[in-house]
T-cell receptor, first 112, second 116 residues
């Protein structure tokens, strides 16, 4: 069974700090990795996606992928209170099924 | 980017009645759409995969006769909660993937269902 693991948190960081969110996955053949942000009572919205090993940066967000370690992370620089939300990691299984497996999400709290 | 429109955003209904939720892909064709349910402070739970022109594929434990899914066109999928009960109260979210777009799945805005 394909699994995606995330620490549920909450992860609490002060405003301006770097928030580091981690995700591990069990399917070694996974090819696509996505980070979604979900505010309470809202549906998830895409933050970043990454396919290749290494880092991918978009503004204050950096996704890091290490396929050998089956690990993907999201760094949020200069964290703001508005970043407080639940962050979902999603992994596309190998084999072209295109059905993502979601982690349970990590709750992030950025306090002023 | 790809846009998925979901309606209604919230609905309150009486026990025993049925509720229909619509999910439309606005600027792309979606041969496959997904329906999720999410209870408070819990993760997304995939209920079913909706396939255009064919029967939906339901996840284990999801009653197909209670959660009717219709995907009659490439841009519209509907979820009907039949004979709703208070335990069906939840946040229902659809998602779809635009082919050949690398951004993966786009979610609808979700429907908050309250059964009283």
């Amino acid at each position: 069974q394909k699994e995606v693991e995330q620490n549920s948190g909450p992860l609490s960081v002060p405003e301006g700090a770097i928030a580091s969110l981690n995700c591990t996955y069990s399917d070694r053949g996974s090819q696509s990795f996505f980070w979604y942000r979900q505010y309470s009572g809202k549906s998830p919205e895409l933050i970043m996606f990454i396919y290749s090993n290494g880092d991918k940066e978009d503004g204050r967000f950096t996704a890091q992928l290490n396929k050998a370690s089956q690990y993907v992370s999201l760094l949020i620089r200069d964290s703001q209170p508005s970043d407080s939300a639940t962050y979902l990691c999603a992994v596309y299984a190998s084999g072209g099924s295109y059905i993502p497996t979601f982690g349970r999400g990590t709750s992030l709290i950025v306090h002023p | 980017g790809a846009v998925v429109s979901q309606h209604p955003s919230w609905v309150i209904c009486k026990s025993g009645t049925s509720v229909k939720i619509e999910c439309r892909s606005l600027d792309f064709q979606a041969t496959t759409m997904f329906w999720y349910r999410q209870f408070p402070k819990q993760s997304l739970m995939l209920m079913a995969t909706s396939n255009e022109g064919s029967k939906a594929t339901y996840e284990q434990g999801v009653e197909k006769d209670k959660f009717l899914i219709n995907h009659a066109s490439l841009t519209l999928s509907t979820l009907t909660v039949t004979s709703a009960h208070p335990e069906d109260s939840s946040f229902y979210i659809c998602s779809a993937r635009a082919q050949n777009r690398e951004e993966g799945y786009t979610f609808g805005s979700g429907t908050r269902l309250t059964v009283v």
